[in-house]
């Protein structure tokens, strides 16, 4: 098991930026990666960025790509989204998630477990 908890989450202006802290904890061990996703009211949930937990390759979606970091602390067992240069669109329920052992970390349906999320609300 990996329990996964999000926070950071807010309100911000565009323009603005805001880090998400991703806490993991139990069997951190057996991670392949973790990734963060995101899902607007009313749409489906989609890939933002990934990091593989050991070797740190990090993947990124086209619409981020540029303006969100994604970083991890293996000794603190954490994973981050930094995000800069917000935009009206990037606001959606943020979901940290980690994947046992698929390569296709752009997928979801290929993690095994998932965090509570946490609400960035982007205001224009």
């Known amino acids: 098991q990996v329990q996964l908890v999000e926070s950071g989450g807010g309100l911000v202006q565009a323009g603005g930026s805001l880090r998400l802290p991703c806490a993991a904890s139990?069997?951190?061990?057996?991670?392949?990666?973790l990734g963060w996703f995101r899902q607007a009211p009313g749409k489906e949930r989609e890939f933002v960025a990934a990091?593989?937990?050991?070797?740190?390759?990090?993947y990124y979606a086209d619409s981020v790509k540029g303006r969100f970091i994604i970083s991890r602390d293996i000794a603190k067992n954490t994973m981050y989204l930094q995000m800069n240069s917000l935009k009206s669109e990037d606001t959606a329920v943020y979901y940290c998630?980690?994947?046992?052992?698929?390569?296709?970390?752009?997928?979801?349906?290929?993690?095994?477990?998932w965090g509570q999320g946490t609400q960035v609300t982007v205001s224009s």
């Open positions: 998630a980690a994947t046992l052992s698929s390569r296709h970390v752009s997928t979801s349906r290929e993690y095994d477990y």
């Open positions: 139990g069997r951190t061990f057996s991670t392949y990666a």
């Open positions: 990091i593989t937990w050991r070797g740190g390759t990090t």
